[in-house]
């Protein structure tokens, strides 16, 4: 059951995202619709990715924006359902959108696609049923997968934002230096 919110609403939903973030784009004062979901996921994401920032491009969508953005009017941004998002690490570098999209299906997210040739922004929303559009710039019917790891040829281990890590001793002119050495 989605939630409505004055255009004016300042609530935060979680620890890093607050409604105004949803508001539609189109300019006009009108009530957000969101799923309550949506955030909790997004947050779910956010820590996963160990993410700097998550920007949310497109959210909320009343029925008039999402025909001006090229969509059909009925699509999960108008029910609160969806957001387009590009997340950032650690570094201010944005994180691909294939290993957002690998980590969104653990999360369980239902809708899941990469929506620019730059692989930076991604699409998710929280459909009960998985649909997953793979890379909606190859083609024009989209290319549809069950698993976005077997999808970008990815393993869970290419998407591990913990580095692996080991203790070592030098000894160099006598003297004996312990540390710890970190991947890059």
Not at 130 to 151: I, L, P, R
Request: contains cysteine; charged residues 25%; neutral net charge.
């Amino acid at each position: 059951m989605a939630n409505s919110y004055k255009s004016t609403d300042q609530t935060q939903l979680t620890e890093h995202f607050n409604v105004s973030e949803f508001k539609c784009k189109c300019g006009k004062n009108h009530d957000t619709i969101l799923n309550p979901d949506l955030p909790e996921k997004l947050e779910k994401l956010y820590k996963a990715l160990n993410c700097s920032k998550i920007i949310i491009n497109s959210g909320y969508r009343c029925q008039s924006h999402d025909k001006a953005v090229g969509g059909s009017g009925t699509g999960h941004h108008v029910y609160g359902n969806a957001v387009d998002i590009v997340c950032y690490d650690q570094s201010g570098n944005k994180i691909s959108s294939k290993k957002v999209s690998c980590i969104a299906q653990d999360i369980g997210f239902g809708g899941i696609a990469n929506i620019d040739s730059t692989y930076t922004a991604t699409h998710v929303d929280v459909r009960t049923s998985n649909y997953w559009k793979g890379d909606e710039t190859v083609t024009t019917a989209y290319s549809v997968t069950d698993d976005f790891y077997k999808y970008y040829n990815l393993t869970k281990t290419d998407n591990s934002s913990e580095k692996k890590s080991k203790s070592i001793t030098v000894t160099f002119d006598g003297i004996t230096y312990t540390g710890t050495v970190t991947e890059k």
